[in-house]
């Protein structure tokens, strides 16, 4: 069973949820050894969509690089909540599939999986987020605040991905598998990184992100 399928059946602990498939077979090791060169093109999509701030570290740094991605869109939606305690529905699908097109990027780059990032589809990589219906107006101007601690050990927890991210890089090249335990350790630091995103900046959901990776 597929960690999708295992979440789609629990109940949800969070309104933003991430899960990737486990690439329970050889990967290729050519182009994980080329990674770097291999998502350019497709990173200089994203780029040209976010006014040229490419997001490749979108799924550890996911607090400041929402700044980036979100762009003049944050202020406008503080206003559009703060005003009308609502938020716009078009606004919201379209920073949804913005996201899960960011994050099979990042997934991409940093070799949880090989397959090539699609345009439209979630492939591997399941994102997804429960639409607000019922927002506090006030909570927005200061989330980012409220988000600090969340910041500080994402941060350590960052410095700590990129190191299993190069124990993963000569574990494919000389064994063609992610082991299993780094890789839910960076499924977890991807998936906390985007619900403190979703809570502090792109402002889906007035529930504080729980310290977890699971």
Do not use: C
């Amino acid at each position: 069973m597929s960690a999708a399928q295992t979440l789609s059946m629990s109940p949800r602990v969070y309104p933003a949820n991430l899960s990737i498939d486990y690439p329970d077979r050889q990967m290729n090791r050519l182009s994980s050894f080329f990674r770097i060169f291999t998502v350019i093109p497709i990173a200089i999509v994203l780029g040209l969509m976010t006014n040229g701030a490419l997001t490749w570290g979108a799924h550890v740094e996911g607090w400041r690089t929402s700044l980036m991605a979100g762009g003049i869109l944050f202020l406008p939606l503080v206003l559009m909540i703060l005003f009308r305690a609502k938020y716009p529905r078009w606004w919201f699908d379209f920073l949804v599939n913005f996201l899960r097109y960011q994050y099979r990027i990042s997934v991409y780059l940093l070799l949880l999986r090989d397959d090539y990032p699609a345009l439209d589809e979630q492939q591997a990589v399941h994102l997804d987020v429960d639409y607000p219906d019922d927002l506090n107006r006030w909570l927005p101007l200061v989330k980012w605040l409220l988000a600090l601690p969340h910041f500080v050990v994402l941060m350590i927890l960052g410095i700590v991905y990129y190191i299993v991210l190069i124990i993963a890089w000569f574990a494919i090249l000389f064994t063609a598998r992610y082991p299993r335990v780094l890789f839910d350790f960076s499924v977890g630091v991807t998936r906390w990184s985007l619900r403190v995103s979703a809570y502090a900046f792109y402002l889906f959901t007035d529930k504080y992100p729980p310290f977890s990776l699971q």
